[in-house]
C-alpha cells in the first residue's frame, strides 16, 4: 500500500524497448497512447530483474520450485475464473477431491462429511475458520441467553500476525500467551488458563514462522478437555499448520495434533509452502460439517445444483488448484516424504555447520520443519541486522528479526530450506556468509545503528 502522492512528472525510459519506442512513459500517470507488445516486455522485464532471486531467497517459505509439467498447468489455467464452477466444472471438482485427500490425511472421521476449501493462502484460511467459530460461539451463546458482546481468541505470541489481524477486523479480543523463554512458543497451562466462556478458539501453530517450533496440541488438547469436564465450556482449538501441514503427516505419522484430537475443529495449511505450489494456494479444514455454520455458506450455481462456496474474496484465478492435485498424485506420500526428508536432511546439515561459526549459536535446527534459527552468543561491533544486509550483497536474502514477548531480547536470523536448497547451496550460502562476518568485522568499526525492529519475520 502506497500513501504518499508520487511525483507525476517522473518519467520510465526504455532499454532494449528503444529498438521499437524511444520515447519515455510517465511513471504514476496513465499514459495517452500505448507502445508495441515486445517494447512493453523489454521495458517491464528488464525492471523485474532488480528483484531478488527467489532461489537465494531463504527468508520465504513459500514455493518457487515447480515441476515444468506443473507450471504448464498453472499456464493453462490463469485465465479461468475460479469462482465459476459452472463454466469451469473440472476445477472444482479437483477442489472437492484435494480438501477430501487433506481431510483423510489429517484423520477426520470416515463418518464425517468432509468440508473445506481453497484460499488465497493460510491467511485467509485462518480468518474463514476463526469466523466459523465466532459464528458458532455467538450461537451457543444465544441459546443460552447470554451476552454476545465480548468474544475473545486465546493464541500465544508464537502466532503469524494474521492471527492479531484477524482479532482487529473481526472485532474479537485478543488474549495472548508470551513465549516461554525455553520452549519459544507458548505454555499450553498459560494458554489455556486466559479461556473462559466467551473464548471463540484457542489457537495452536504447527511451525511458527519466528523458530519453526510447534505448539504442543495435545497437551493444548487434553487441558481443554480437562476445562469441560470440570466447568462444562468447550472450546474448539484450530490448528495453523500453514507449514508443518504438508511435512508431517509424512515424516512424524505418529505425532497427534490433527483431528485425531477432540477440540481440533479446523486446520489450515499453505499449499504454497511444503504444498510445492507457487502463490498463492491456501486450504482450511473443519472437522465435521457442522463446524462451519450454515448461515456463512454461499451458494453459486454448478451444473444446475446450488454449489456451496466459502471464501473472502470472489473471483480468483484456478492456476494453482491443478498444480495442487497434480503434486499429490505425482509425488503420492512417498514423494513428498521423500522431498521432506532431503530438505530436513539439508537444513540439519546447514544447522550444524553454522553451530560451529565463531559467536554464532543455533537456537533451532530443524526439529519438525526445515527451519534454522541463529543468534549471536555475545554482542560484537555488527549485529544480524547488519549481516543480513551485509548477506545480501552476495545475493542471499536471509532476514533478522527479535522475538515477541517474553523473549523480546533474542534477536535471531532464520533460514527456511525448501527443496530447491542443495547441499552444494548450503556450502556456497557458508562460504558467504563467512565472507560476509569477516568483512564486518574487518571494515566495521562502528555499529550501524540498526536496532532490532518490532513485529513479524517475512514468510
Ligand atoms: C505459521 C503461519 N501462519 C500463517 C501464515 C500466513 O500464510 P500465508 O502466507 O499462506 O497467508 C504463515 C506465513 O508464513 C505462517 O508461517
Redesign the pocket.
Known amino acids: 500500500m502506497v500513501a504518499e502522492k508520487m511525483n507525476p512528472e517522473k518519467k520510465v525510459y526504455g532499454t532494449y524497448s528503444n529498438r521499437d519506442f524511444n520515447r519515455p512513459i510517465p511513471e504514476f500517470e496513465f499514459p495517452e497512447d500505448g507502445m508495441a507488445a515486445r517494447a512493453a516486455y523489454e521495458m517491464i522485464h528488464e525492471e523485474l530483474n532488480l528483484d531478488g532471486i527467489p532461489e537465494l531467497n531463504l527468508a520465504t ?2 514455493t518457487t520450485y515447480m515441476e515444468p509439467e506443473a507450471k504448464m498447468l498453472f499456464m493453462e489455467n490463469a485465465h479461468k475464473n475460479f469462482i465459476d464452477s459452472f463454466e469451469y466444472p473440472q476445477v472444482k471438482k479437483e477442489e472437492i477431491r484435494i480438501v477430501n485427500i487433506l481431510s483423510r490425511l489429517y484423520n477426520a472421521s470416515e463418518n464425517t462429511e468432509f468440508t473445506g476449501a481453497s484460499t ?7 480468518m474463514l475458520a476463526l469466523l466459523a467459530h465466532k459464528w458458532n460461539w455467538k450461537e451457543k451463546m444465544k441459546k443460552q441467553g447470554k451476552d454476545i458482546s465480548h468474544p475473545n481468541i486465546v493464541f500465544g505470541a508464537d ?2 500476525v ?1 492471527w492479531d489481524k484477524f482479532a482487529k477486523y473481526f472485532d474479537v479480543e485478543s488474549r495472548i500467551a508470551p513465549l516461554d523463554s525455553k520452549t519459544l512458543v507458548a505454555d499450553p497451562e498459560r494458554l489455556v488458563g486466559m479461556v473462559d466462556e466467551n473464548t471463540i478458539a484457542v489457537g495452536a ?5 519466528f523458530t519453526g517450533a510447534f505448539d504442543d496440541v495435545k497437551k493444548i488438547n487434553s487441558l481443554l478437555e480437562i476445562l469441560k469436564a470440570e466447568k462444562g465450556i468447550d472450546i474448539p482449538i484450530h490448528v ?1 499448520a ?2 508443518a501441514g504438508f511435512i508431517t503427516p509424512f515424516i512424524e505419522p505418529d505425532l497427534e495434533w490433527d483431528f485425531r484430537l477432540n477440540h481440533v475443529r479446523s486446520i ?1 495449511v ?1 499449499g ?2 511444503f504444498g510445492l505450489v507457487y ?2 494456494i ?1 486450504w482450511v479444514l473443519f472437522k465435521d460439517k457442522s463446524d462451519l455454520p450454515e448461515d456463512l455458506v454461499f451458494y453459486v450455481n454448478y451444473l444446475g445444483n446450488d454449489m456451496p462456496t466459502y471464501t473472502l474474496n470472489f473471483s480468483k484465478s484456478s492456476s494453482n488448484i491443478p498444480p495442487q492435485y497434480y503434486n499429490i498424485i505425482r509425488l503420492g506420500k512417498s514423494g513428498y516424504r521423500r522431498i521432506a526428508e532431503n530438505m530436513m536432511a539439508n537444513a540439519r546439515y546447514l544447522g550444524e555447520k553454522l553451530g560451529k561459526i565463531k559467536n554464532l549459536e543455533i537456537v533451532s535446527n530443524a526439529e519438525h520443519i526445515p527451519v534454522v534459527t541463529f543468534k549471536q552468543k555475545a554482542k560484537d561491533i555488527y549485529d544480524l541486522f547488519d549481516l543480513s544486509s551485509a548477506i545480501r550483497s552476495y545475493g542471499w536474502i536471509v532476514p533478522a528479526y527479535s522475538l515477541p514477548a517474553d523473549a523480546s531480547d533474542t534477536v535471531l536470523m532464520r533460514i527456511v530450506v525448501r527443496e530447491s536448497f542443495s547441499r552444494d547451496m548450503a556450502d556456497l550460502f557458508l562460504d558467504s556468509l563467512q565472507k560476509a562476518m569477516d568483512s564486518l568485522s574487518g571494515s566495521s568499526t562502528k555499529k550501524s545503528g540498526i536496532s532490532p525492529r518490532k513485529g513479524h519475520p ?2
Not at 488465497?120 to 485462518?126: K, M, P, Q
Not at 501453530?205 to 514462522?209: A, I, K, N, P, S
Request: aromatic letters at 4%; proline letters at 3%.
Open positions: 517459505f513459500v488465497i493462502g493460510s491467511s485467509e484460511s485462518i502466532t503469524h494474521v501453530v504447527m511451525g511458527t514462522t495453523d500453514a507449514s489450515n499453505s504454497h509452502k502463490p498463492g491456501g517475512v514468510s
